[in-house]
C-alpha cells in the first residue's frame, strides 16, 4: 500500500553499522524533503532526522541521512541494543496530497 | 517539556462516530501544523490528515476523506479527530504528531477499535 519501499529487515552485530533504503518516485521523495522516525517496541515513532539529513537536538550523530534523487537512506554507526526498533522514512507526496510513510524496517541487533 | 496526550479512543461498532482529542502543552500550540496518523495492529504507520496553525487548511488520506473531519481550538490547545462511519479497517492506535514536513513530538498514543 506504502509508495515508499524500505527493505523489512536489517541486522549486524554491535558496533556494525548498518543501512536502510527508502525509494520512492519523483512525486514524493523526488521533489521533497525526507524524514526517518525510530519506534521502540511498545512506545510512539520518534523524529531521527528531518530534510533528508538534519539530526533534531539530543539525536546522537551516529544516526545519519542522506538522499540522492528518488532514493534517501538512514545510517545507524556503532549500533548498539537499545537501536533495536523499527525505523520509517517518510515524505510528503504531491501527487497524493498527503504525507506517506516507508513500509518499515525492523533493526535486529545480534 | 513538549507533551501531546491523547484521548477518546475505545471500543466503537461498525458504523458509529467517536471523537479523539490531543491535548498539547509546552509549545506554542498555534505556531504549528498539526497531524493525525494512526498505526493497525502489527502494521506500518499511515498518514491520517492535517490542518493548519491557524484551522483554515485541512488535508485528508483518500481512505478516511468524506468520513473524518479534523478541527482544532488553539484557544484551548487542543486538537480534536471526528470519526463518522467506522469501519473495521480503521482499527488503530491514533497518533496526534505535530510538525509541517516532518513531525517533531508525538503523543503515546489511543487505541480505537471497531467490532461488533
Known amino acids: 500500500q506504502s509508495v515508499l519501499t524500505q527493505p523489512p529487515s536489517v541486522s549486524a552485530a554491535p558496533g556494525q553499522k548498518v543501512t536502510i533504503s527508502c525509494s520512492g518516485s519523483s512525486s514524493n521523495i523526488g521533489n521533497n524533503y525526507v524524514s526517518w522516525y525510530q519506534q521502540l517496541p511498545g512506545t510512539a515513532p520518534k523524529l531521527l532526522i528531518y530534510d533528508n539529513n538534519k539530526r533534531p537536538s539530543g539525536i546522537p550523530d551516529r544516526f545519519s541521512g542522506s538522499k540522492s534523487g528518488t532514493s534517501a537512506t538512514l545510517g545507524i554507526a556503532g549500533l548498539q541494543t537499545g537501536d533495536e526498533a523499527d525505523y520509517y522514512c517518510?515524505?510528503?507526496?504531491?501527487?497524493?496530497?498527503?504525507?506517506?510513510f516507508g513500509t518499515g524496517t525492523k533493526v535486529a541487533v545480534l | 517539556e513538549v507533551q501531546l496526550v491523547e484521548s477518546g479512543g475505545g471500543l466503537v461498532q461498525p458504523g458509529g462516530s467517536l471523537r479523539l482529542s490531543c491535548a498539547a502543552s509546552g509549545f506554542t500550540f498555534s505556531s504549528y501544523w498539526m497531524h493525525w496518523v494512526r498505526q493497525a495492529p502489527g502494521k506500518g504507520l499511515v498518514w491520517v490528515s492535517r490542518i493548519s496553525s491557524d484551522g483554515s487548511r485541512t488535508t485528508y488520506a483518500d481512505s478516511v476523506e468524506g468520513r473524518f473531519t479534523i478541527s482544532r481550538d488553539n484557544a484551548k490547545n487542543t486538537l480534536y479527530l471526528h470519526m463518522d462511519s467506522l469501519r473495521a479497517e480503521d482499527t488503530a492506535v491514533y497518533f496526534c504528531?505535530?510538525?509541517?514536513?516532518?513531525?517533531?513530538?508525538w503523543g503515546q498514543g489511543i487505541p480505537v477499535t471497531v467490532s461488533s
Open positions: 504528531p505535530s510538525g509541517y514536513d516532518s513531525f517533531d513530538y
Open positions: 517518510g515524505t510528503w507526496d504531491s501527487g497524493l496530497s498527503g504525507y506517506v
